[in-house]
């Protein structure tokens, strides 16, 4: 199975802040990366698919890059309802796995 | 717009297996992926695999042997069966829709129903 690990674990900043998550694979997934972002008690919420291309809808403060075993999700400038959980995930090579979440926080 | 929606049974015993339907509405159920995913209280999401027609499936080879799912196109459902249950199971379960065109992102989950195993 590819791992996929994520950090930070969790990450407090405030509303405008520039915020960065990273996720690496343990083997290359090419641009097979998914970004999630979870609010509690919600089912998870595609972000960016690709590495880099924004679902539909989503507002283009996030942005995501990267390709082989390094990708970044980043939040550009901070609001409050982006208060959540994100997961990374590779959909290259079954079992698609995911990283183990980065807790955003709102200072 | 296309929704998805779990149900069964928010209790099943140790050792006895666990029934989930999916139901979806709003599109055909024919050329997409349709995946069970879940996530133990407070922790992350595993992927427990996906059914894309009546005999292609994949599953998580930490459930394989336990897990069997399968659709059922002109009901616009599909349905995960996990046998032998243990604690371990005790999750919420989500059903998505995975599109290959967008590598094979989930694009639309449902909302969630949650299990408990428990006797």
Excluded at chain 2, 24 to 32: E, H, K, L, Q, R
Excluded at chain 2, 67 to 85: E, G, R
Excluded at chain 2, 95 to 108: I, Q, S, T, Y
């Amino acid at each position: 199975d590819i791992q996929m690990t994520q950090s930070p674990s969790s990450v407090s900043a405030s509303v405008g802040d520039r915020v960065t998550i990273t996720c690496r694979a343990s083997q290359p997934v090419m641009n097979y990366l998914n970004w999630f972002q979870q609010r509690p008690g919600k089912a998870p919420k595609l972000l960016i698919y690709g590495a880099s291309i924004l679902q539909s809808g989503v507002p283009s403060r996030f942005a995501g890059n990267g390709s082989g075993t390094d990708f970044t999700l980043t939040i550009m400038s901070l609001q409050r309802e982006d208060s959540a959980i994100y997961y990374c995930q590779q959909s290259s090579s079954p079992p698609l796995t995911f990283g183990g979440g980065t807790r955003v926080e709102i200072k | 717009q296309v929704q998805l929606q779990e149900s069964g049974p928010g209790l099943v015993k140790p050792s006895e297996t666990l029934s989930l339907t999916c139901t979806v509405s709003g599109d055909p159920i024919t050329s997409y992926y349709w995946s069970w995913i879940r996530q133990p209280p407070g922790k992350g999401l595993e992927w427990i695999g996906y059914i894309y027609d009546s005999r292609s499936t994949k599953y998580n080879p930490s459930l394989e042997g336990r897990v069997t799912m399968s659709k059922d196109a002109y009901k616009k459902q599909f349905y995960l069966k996990l046998t032998s249950v243990t604690a371990a199971d005790t999750a919420t379960y989500y059903c998505a829709r995975e599109v290959e065109r967008l590598f094979h992102g989930m694009d639309v989950w449902g909302q969630g129903i949650s299990v408990t195993v428990s006797s």
